[in-house]
């Protein structure tokens, strides 16, 4: 909080670092093929998995790491983009072809994607806000609201 009561507006790492910072963890992931570059939620810390979404347009595989947390037997994450502007390719992806792949420290899963709305959003906002208590600062960073990212169970998914 500021002096006069207004929350302070965080600031962001140049646009440039925060894109080499998570190219440098996909290749430490790729060079360590999978041992290194994942990991899973704590109680007070987001963990990372590795999603796999097919391209809107090209229908390509493509693969990012992302923060997530867990929900139950959903896994959830935030359409943040850096906290910059637009929204992250993978989540375009996501919106075109909701099947997608996560890779975890405890293996694979078949996944299927939707944004969070309602209540349902409310409450893992509220989650994320309980690991990372400036994420209504940063969210203040972006022009248009950041996606609350459900990935569920595929129905079609063979136990």
């Not at 590795?50 to 959903?74: C, F, H, K, M």
């Not at 896994?75 to 996501?94: D, I, V």
């Not at 994320?128 to 569920?152: H, N, Y």
Request: net charge positive; no cysteine.
């Amino acid at each position: 909080m500021s002096v006069n009561g207004e929350a302070k507006v965080p600031k962001l790492p140049p646009r440039w670092f925060i894109r080499l910072a998570w190219r440098v963890h996909r290749g430490l992931y790729r060079v360590f093929r999978g041992r290194v570059g994942l990991w899973q939620p704590r109680t007070d810390r987001w963990g990372t998995l590795r999603l796999t979404t097919t391209g809107r347009r090209s229908g390509e595989q493509r693969s990012v790491i992302v923060a997530y947390l867990e929900d139950g037997p959903n896994l959830f994450t935030l359409a943040m983009n850096g906290w910059g502007e637009g929204e992250p390719a993978w989540w375009l992806n996501l919106q075109t072809h909701p099947d997608a792949t996560v890779d975890l420290v405890d293996g694979r899963r078949l996944v299927r994607g939707h944004a969070a709305a309602g209540d349902e959003r409310v409450r893992l906002w509220a989650r994320w806000r309980d690991i990372d208590p400036k994420i209504d600062a940063f969210a203040t960073l972006r022009p248009s609201e950041t996606a609350v990212v459900v990935l569920g169970p595929r129905p079609d998914a063979v136990s």
